[in-house]
């Protein structure tokens, strides 16, 4: 008995650590510039004394599907999609450089620009400043132009530019603020072969009907995994009343 249901309520437990993942994803179905996460199940080795064809069956990430999502016009000057691979460089809340595919840019009240989360956006020369102006422009290469305020449309300044870097994938990982950073705390150099799109969004490439298959079928498992562990529990309990009797 002590075995089975140890096996089963291993399977639960890693049963609802690949629903947490599912979960993830179904949440951000409408985030903007999000990239689902994978898992699988993968074979571990069971540490300690007894045979070493013991395994136990664990759910673990397998990093992130960076297909690109559907680019979506929204006609905002702020608003910016990467094309293809490559991301936009932001400052983390710990002062660190970090990642986004995020381009829904924010402009604060000092002229800084930032994105949704209020992370600042990088340039160059550091966190980017926009000074007053009638209009502003984001090229394909990521420069910010502006028309100054009181100046006509023809009078046009450059006031900086958006870092965009396409570092190798694997190189990179998702931290406790959402953002990619590198692995080894470095920073990632400017790539010029990064383009976006302005008055764009990439919208997350999360699949909802494909995740909500997983999920049924995740459930249906964990299902199946909890009645196993009462089935051992009502096979001891007969056990029990036939020694009773014997």
Do not use: C
Not at 67 to 96: E, K
Not at 117 to 128: A, E, K, L
Not at 219 to 226: A, D, I, K, L
């Amino acid at each position: 008995m002590d075995r089975s249901v140890y096996i089963a309520m291993t399977g639960a437990t890693q049963t609802m650590r690949a629903q947490d993942a599912v979960s993830h994803n179904l949440a951000n179905a409408s985030t903007v510039g999000f990239k689902s996460e994978l898992s699988a199940f993968q074979s571990v080795p069971v540490l300690g004394p007894g045979a070493t064809t013991r395994i136990n069956a664990v759910a673990q990430g397998a990093g992130q599907d960076n297909t690109q999502g559907t680019i979506q016009q929204t006609g905002r000057s702020l608003d910016v999609a990467v094309n293809g691979p490559g991301w936009i460089a932001v400052q983390a809340p710990d002062g660190s450089e970090a990642y986004t595919r995020a381009g829904n840019l924010q402009m604060g009240a000092d002229g800084s620009l930032t994105d949704d989360r209020g992370n600042p956006v990088m340039g160059s020369g550091g966190p980017i400043t926009v000074p007053p102006s009638a209009s502003i422009n984001i090229g394909k290469d990521g420069t910010i132009s502006t028309v100054p305020m009181g100046q006509g449309p023809d009078t046009i300044a450059a006031v900086g530019q958006l870092k965009l870097v396409n570092p190798d994938p694997t190189q990179m990982s998702e931290g406790s603020d959402g953002l990619m950073h590198m692995n080894d705390g470095s920073t990632a150099d400017t790539d010029s072969t990064v383009t976006v799109t302005s008055g764009a969004l990439e919208a997350s490439n999360v699949n909802p009907s494909t995740e909500l298959v997983k999920m049924i079928s995740l459930s249906r498992q964990y299902e199946m995994q909890v009645r196993s562990i009462k089935t051992a529990e009502d096979d001891a309990d007969d056990s029990s009343k036939l020694l009773q009797n014997s």
